[in-house]
């Protein structure tokens, strides 16, 4: 009894041990090139109008012609460092507004000039969530959200 209880925990560790490794899909391009992407992130990966879609974004849209395979990988293939699914992200939505995600819910986000003034200001929704609205004018700006402040230039 002892010896079969043994057996099935080896077997079941040795099944644990390796689904736990795989953390990333890669696509893997024609041209060679690779891009990884964090499972802990949920991509969903489509297939529309002769596209390989990873999480509906257009920069991440390959046409199936140019994808040699994708899989499932312990590491980033990449070579680029990974960002995790809890890290705050600052994201580009159009050329009037940016996205924060991952941020903690009810904080405050305020993007200031360089000279100090409050250029635009939002609260954080519940999933992490917020938009600014960006300045017409191109310069230096300083974001705040919670305890975390970054400089962002609009070109």
Known sequence: MLK???????????????????????????????FSFLLADKPIVTYANGDLSVNGSPTTSYAISGVKNYHFTEKNETGLSSVSAETLRIVSLDDNSIGIQNAPASA??????????VASTAVVDASGSATLVL?????LYLLSVGELTIKLIRK
């Open 4 to 34: 079969k209880c043994l057996m099935i925990f080896v077997l079941l560790y040795g099944t644990l041990s390796a689904t736990a490794a795989v953390q990333y899909m890669t696509v893997e391009l024609k041209s060679g090139e690779k």
């Open 135 to 139: 300045p017409r004018q191109k310069g």
């Open 108 to 117: 405050k986000a305020i993007l200031f000039t360089a000279t100090g003034g």
